[in-house]
T-cell receptor, first 116, second 109 residues
Framework: NAGVTQTPKFQVLKTGQSMTLQCAQD?????MSWYRQDPGMGLRLIHY???????DQGEVPNGYNVSRSTTEDFPLRLLSAAPSQTSVYFC???????????????FGPGTRLTVL | KQEVTQIPAALSVPEGENLVLNCSFT??????LQWFRQDPGKGLTSLLL?????REQTSGRLNASLDKSSGRSTLYIAASQPGDSATYLC????????FGGGTRVLVKP
């Protein structure tokens, strides 16, 4: 198993550009989520999905879109990048909603994004 | 709104000393609490998960306790090694998933 994979590992954007961060998992997990990590602030949930075709907003959804057309993939789209979106982005997956189970979340290696 | 705090933000100890990492949370209505390890430039790796009905969990040199009434969890790492150097984060699963800011640990040889 490759686990949770993310591409790219690094990205530099100019303000106003759009891009998609890719996330894939090969563990047949229903639950997937996107977090951003900023210095001293821990991880904050952007969007999550409890299965193909179902997505919902997390704590900081503004400026980001997601879709879940397959169980394996959960891309995160930045519509018009802003310097405030400079951060490290992590994708995670688990077999069930981690709020209601003993299953842990598995995290990808992260994408470091800089918006100039 | 749940707030999760980890103090201190950074900790340095000599090899062999026991590590004590703290996590406090404001809302005791939680499903579970999880401790993660994060190495520089890497993702998070789960260490221990404690259900709300449990008081502690153990794995090797790691022991995590949970006191819901006081809103506290403690991660103990016995006989620390340089390989334990990393950032440790706690995550509280309640109405939402909330992470603490982490404690950066350095174990000096």
């Amino acid at each position: 198993n490759a686990g949770v994979t993310q591409t790219p590992k690094f990205q530099v954007l100019k303000t106003g550009q759009s891009m998609t961060l890719q996330c894939a998992q090969d563990m047949n997990h229903e639950y997937m989520s996107w977090y951003r990590q900023d210095p001293g602030m821990g991880l904050r949930l952007i969007h999550y999905s409890v299965g193909a075709g179902i997505t919902d907003q997390g704590e900081v959804p503004n400026g980001y879109n997601v879709s879940r057309s397959t169980t394996e993939d959960f891309p995160l789209r930045l519509l018009s990048a802003a310097p405030s979106q400079t951060s490290v982005y992590f994708c995670a997956s688990s077999s069930l909603n981690p709020r209601a189970s003993t299953d842990t979340q598995y995290f990808g290696p992260g994408t470091r994004l800089t918006v100039l | 709104k749940q707030e999760v705090t980890q103090i201190p933000a950074a900790l340095s100890v000599p090899e062999g000393e026991n590590l004590v990492l703290n996590c406090s949370f404001t809302d005791s209505a939680i499903y579970n609490l999880q401790w993660f390890r994060q190495d520089p430039g890497k993702g998070l790796t789960s260490l221990l998960l404690i259900q709300s009905s449990q008081r502690e969990q153990t794995s090797g040199r790691l022991n995590a306790s949970l006191d819901k009434s006081s809103g506290r969890s403690t991660l103990y790492i016995a006989a620390s090694q340089p390989g334990d150097s990393a950032t440790y984060l706690c995550e509280v699963a309640g109405n939402k998933l909330t992470f603490g800011g982490g404690t950066r640990v350095l174990v000096k040889p």
